[in-house]
């Protein structure tokens, strides 16, 4: 097991370096953000942590890598919030019969987010689909925007941190400094 997801991990890092060192934090910043505002085929994981070795080796920041990712995320998945919440159930409805939503589904998951919601969106920010969809569920299932605002933030923290620290901190030592 630790052998896959070492080598998951270095495709990961491969595939996206060489964006993430051509374009920037800016792309880094736009693509969390169209990630947690339902972009489900943006590789958000494999950005941060590519992101997180190349500020290991020199090439920007740390700290500015943590503090765009973080806003990107919490503004892209609030964004969502608001359209869920605009939408509604209807529109969700309308939109998600593309991608299987029906109305059983949101039935169930809108119980399941009136028990668990704030657990949801923590949790949620690390299982893929879940963080690009979790904004328009909890805006349709009428999670108020102070309790989402909150939550959504708080697992942004720990999601930035986990990926793109913890490569940061992974790398350490291991590659040299761009001169």
């Known amino acids: 097991m630790p052998s896959y997801f070492l080598s998951l991990l270095h495709a990961a890092i491969r595939e996206a370096s060489p964006i993430v060192r051509q374009y920037g934090l800016g792309a880094v910043t736009a693509a969390i953000f169209i990630e947690n505002m339902g972009g489900v085929f943006i590789p958000g994981e ?6 997180g070795f190349l500020a290991a080796k020199g090439l920007f920041p740390l700290w500015a890598l943590i503090a765009l990712a973080i806003a990107a995320a919490t503004i892209g998945s609030y964004v969502a919030f608001a359209l869920g919440s605009r ?14 939503l029906t109305e059983a589904r949101l039935d169930k998951t809108h119980a ?7 657990l949801i969106i ?6 893929v689909p879940l963080r690009q969809l979790q904004g ?3 805006g349709t299932a009428k999670m108020t925007p102070r309790a989402f605002g909150l939550w959504s933030l708080v697992g942004a923290i720990l999601w930035v ?3 793109g620290g913890g490569a940061y901190w992974f790398a350490g030592d291991l590659l040299p400094k761009s001169p």
């Open 122 to 127: 923590l949790v949620g920010r690390f299982i």
């Open 161 to 163: 941190i986990v990926w």
């Open 46 to 51: 494999s950005l941060m942590v590519a992101s």
């Open 136 to 138: 328009y569920v909890a």
């Open 87 to 100: 939408l509604g159930r209807e529109g969700l409805l309308r939109w998600g019969r593309r991608i299987g």
């Open 112 to 118: 399941f987010f009136e028990r668990f919601g704030p």
